[in-house]
């Protein structure tokens, strides 16, 4: 398809696992963005990435929270040793524009709904 | 620091009212402001969003949005509501590297 895709839809996780969540990008888009979004909350950010360079990684909650985009197309988000609180609906966002959406809007995805038990 | 509040959390109308939806923002650089919407079961989508000139900002589906500098503000405004327009609205300011900072969100159920 032609939007952002994110896999998988839903994830269940017991307390202490590792997970890990991946965004499939617009094709094309240089700017990558992650968020957070907790119940009744807006999202929040976590991390940009610009191809394949991390530019800004000061909303990872903890080191337990782990980003990367290798080839400069698909990201995954990794958490490991996870907690109760980490408990919420991970957004990936992209954009064509070098700036992260200055002239060009971000495209969200549907997102990923991690519960951790 | 960089911050967005969204006054309204859950707002109720009847089809064909007026919708407003208030929206303040704390940001000391160049101000870049959007507003999106969530249908339910869908994904973020942008309404409409404000870069610089008219303060006026027209977006989709007879939406549009007011920037007043002096007051910080950026409200969301249609002149009557469709059933189709029950989602929930947010509200966010672009900051440095391009990430957006939204607020809490509005819960909008129009009631048909």
């Known amino acids: 398809g032609a939007g952002v895709s994110q896999s998988p839809r839903y994830k269940v996780a017991k307390r202490g696992q590792d997970v890990a969540l991946r965004c499939d990008p617009i094709?094309?888009?240089?700017?990558l963005f992650w968020y957070q979004q907790a119940l009744g909350q807006g999202p929040e950010f976590l991390t940009y990435?610009?191809?394949?360079?991390?530019?800004?990684k000061s909303g990872l909650p903890s080191d337990r929270f782990f980003a990367e985009r290798p080839e400069g197309s698909v990201s995954t988000l990794k958490i490991q040793r996870t907690q109760q609180e980490d408990s919420a609906v991970y957004l990936c966002?992209?954009?064509?524009?070098?700036?992260?959406?200055?002239?060009?809007?971000?495209?969200f995805g549907d997102g990923t709904r991690l519960s951790i038990l | 620091a960089q911050s967005v509040s969204q006054h309204n959390h859950h707002v109720i109308l009847s089809e064909a009212a007026s919708l407003e939806l208030g929206c303040n923002y704390s940001?000391?650089?160049?101000?870049?402001l959007f507003w999106y919407v969530q249908y339910p079961g869908q994904h973020l989508q942008l309404l409409l969003k404000?870069?610089?000139?008219?303060?006026l900002v027209k977006g989709i589906k007879g939406f549009e949005a007011e920037f007043i500098k002096s007051k910080f503000s950026f409200n969301l405004r249609k002149p009557s509501v469709q059933w189709s327009d029950t989602a929930e609205y947010f509200c966010?300011?672009?900051?440095?590297?391009?990430?957006?900072?939204f607020g809490q969100g509005t819960t909008l159920q129009v009631k048909p």
């Open positions: 966010a300011v672009r900051g440095n590297t391009g990430k957006l900072i």
């Open positions: 404000y870069f610089s000139g008219d303060p």
């Open positions: 966002a992209s954009s064509s524009s070098p700036t992260g959406g200055l002239w060009q809007p971000q495209h």
């Open positions: 940001y000391g650089g160049t101000v870049n």
């Open positions: 990435f610009q191809n394949e360079a991390q530019l800004d």
């Open positions: 094709s094309g888009h240089v700017s």
